[in-house]
């Protein structure tokens, strides 16, 4: 299985309106699970970041940011602050996402998200707004990790945001895209072998 993974971290909890702060994606192949499996340094290193500009969003393009959301952000550790929320001048138009995603998503390949109610949503609304004629990929490839976790666990007792092994103490880290995104491929290629 060939698929790609990326994640959001945004400021509203509501997909159809929420200002994007930062976005992760990553490219993986389930062939390497077994023999060659991935570790959470390699992907973190690996997966393509993007930082947006927020006001341009709120200003051009009426996504709402929220105020619960905005003080939990001010209530993470600062590293995660100042590489996700804090605006900084390199942040980028929330239109790249149209070449963003023509330069990542491979015909043929599943996408993953965690949670197809929330970072799906907000790919389409944004791209409604900024190319109307653009598809990020076919709806009848997303697949939703925490779902397909689930269902490889059917059984077991085991929650789908379980941390794999060798990942050491990282909740400073969380909320990181490029490690949530990590996070979901170590927890299915666990299972996998698992599995195997």
């Given at each position: 299985m060939k698929a790609l993974i990326?994640?959001?971290?945004?400021?509203?909890?509501?997909?159809t309106e929420a200002p994007v702060l930062t976005m992760a994606l990553y490219r993986f192949d389930s062939e390497r699970f077994i023999d060659n499996p991935y570790t959470l340094d390699e992907i973190v290193r690996d997966a393509k970041f993007f930082k947006f500009n927020a006001r341009e969003q709120i200003?051009?393009?009426?996504?709402?940011?929220?105020?619960?959301?905005?003080k939990w952000w001010m209530d993470k550790p600062k590293p995660v602050q100042d590489s996700?929320?804090?605006?900084?001048a390199t942040d980028?138009?929330?239109?790249?996402?149209?070449?963003?995603?023509?330069?990542?998503?491979?015909?043929?390949?599943?996408?993953?998200?965690r949670g197809n109610t929330f970072d799906p949503v907000i790919t389409?609304?944004?791209?409604?707004?900024?190319?109307?004629?653009?598809?990020?990929?076919?709806?009848w490839v997303i697949r939703?990790?925490?779902?397909?976790?689930?269902?490889?666990?059917?059984?077991?007792n085991i929650n789908n945001s379980f941390m794999p092994d060798g990942v050491g103490d990282i909740t400073d880290q969380l909320h990181?895209?490029?490690?949530d995104i990590a996070l979901d491929v170590l927890r299915i290629q666990a299972l996998a072998k698992a599995l195997s």
């Amino acid at each position: 299985m060939k698929a790609l993974i990326y994640d959001y971290e945004t400021l509203s909890n509501k997909p159809t309106e929420a200002p994007v702060l930062t976005m992760a994606l990553y490219r993986f192949d389930s062939e390497r699970f077994i023999d060659n499996p991935y570790t959470l340094d390699e992907i973190v290193r690996d997966a393509k970041f993007f930082k947006f500009n927020a006001r341009e969003q709120i200003e051009k393009f009426d996504r709402k940011p929220n105020k619960d959301t905005i003080k939990w952000w001010m209530d993470k550790p600062k590293p995660v602050q100042d590489s996700q929320f804090k605006p900084l001048a390199t942040d980028i138009s929330i239109t790249n996402l149209v070449d963003i995603f023509f330069d990542n998503y491979v015909k043929g390949d599943l996408v993953f998200t965690r949670g197809n109610t929330f970072d799906p949503v907000i790919t389409e609304a944004v791209l409604s707004v900024i190319d109307k004629d653009f598809t990020a990929h076919p709806f009848w490839v997303i697949r939703d990790t925490r779902s397909y976790i689930e269902g490889m666990a059917y059984g077991n007792n085991i929650n789908n945001s379980f941390m794999p092994d060798g990942v050491g103490d990282i909740t400073d880290q969380l909320h990181d895209p490029r490690v949530d995104i990590a996070l979901d491929v170590l927890r299915i290629q666990a299972l996998a072998k698992a599995l195997s």
